[in-house]
């Protein structure tokens, strides 16, 4: 399960970034962006993420309208790493 919750300029992420839940992300950060052009993300609270997911916030990563800030130790070993 996943939990996106809007905190202000923030989109907070908790749970499991898998399966469905990646799209519904990805929808989520575009209609977003729609509104306010940017986004910072915290992702302190994911516990895990599927490849989906790993391929979602790796191109997040380089998309300059969008700031990953707080991450859990899982999200930054794989973003450090770049693995999928």
Sequence with gaps: MLKISKQGEVL???GTLGGAWVSELQRTIRRFLDEHGRATLDLSSVVFVDRAGAELLLALRSDSRVEIGSVSAFVAEMLK????
Excluded: F
């Design 81 to 84: 790493g770049g693995a999928a």
């Design 12 to 14: 907070k992420v908790e």
